[in-house]
Structures are given as structure tokens and as C-alpha cells.
Nanobody, 121 residues
């Protein structure tokens, strides 16, 4: 199994920055895409950004130009640099990845437990 542990969340004023990290551990043969999603109170979970193992990225329109996703394949870690934060960015941020535990394993999708990001106005 693959475990994902997020860190870096917290409380920040509008206009500020935060950097989220997510480290994958456990039985890992390979990791394909990694990404970040978020869920605000009373809303559905939504995609924030994804990055493939070839470093192709995709962003939600609401964060383009403000957020940047990157990964360190040697450390099985994905990052989310969040700049110019807005109150509407307040949410629980979840890490996600598609990974294989063994070379013969099927690709499975994994979620972290989430980290709270709160942006005050």
C-alpha cells in the first residue's frame, strides 16, 4: 500500500503564500500522476493542480498564475506553491497519486488525509 502525508497547511492572510508538501511512502514501484485537490465547507472536492511523471502540469482556472505544482521523483514528493492567496482558497487540501506497489500491480489511486489551509481577509 501507498501512504500519502501532507504538510505545510496553516493560517495566512490574504495575499500571502504557503507551500504544501506531500510525501508518498510504503510499497511503491512507480508513481504516475500526482496532484492536489481541495474541498471547502459545503462544497464538492475539486481539482487544484496535477503533474505527470513527465512534468506536464494542469491547473484549475481559479489558481492559474498563482499556484505552482512540482515534484521530486527521487523523494516521491509533490509540492504546491500557493501565492497571492485569497479567502476563497480556504479549504482542506488533499494530495492524490496514481501508483503501482509492484511491477505487476495494477495502477491504483491514493489519497492523503488532507491539510487545512485558511486564508483570512
Amino acid at each position: 500500500q501507498v501512504q500519502l502525508v501532507e504538510s505545510g497547511g496553516g493560517l495566512v492572510q490574504a495575499g500571502g503564500s504557503l507551500r504544501l508538501s506531500c510525501a508518498a511512502s510504503g510499497s511503491i514501484f512507480s508513481i504516475n500522476a500526482m496532484g492536489w485537490y481541495r474541498q471547502a465547507p459545503g462544497k464538492q472536492r475539486e481539482l487544484v493542480a496535477t503533474i505527470t511523471n513527465g512534468d506536464s502540469t494542469n491547473y484549475a482556472d481559479s489558481v492559474k498564475g498563482r499556484f505552482s505544482i512540482s515534484r521530486d521523483n527521487a523523494k516521491n514528493t509533490v509540492f504546491l506553491q500557493m501565492n497571492s492567496l485569497k479567502p476563497e482558497d480556504t479549504a482542506v487540501y488533499y494530495c492524490n497519486c496514481d501508483a503501482r506497489a509492484r511491477s505487476w500491480s495494477v495502477l491504483r489511486n491514493y489519497w492523503g488525509q488532507g491539510t487545512q489551509v485558511t486564508v483570512s481577509s
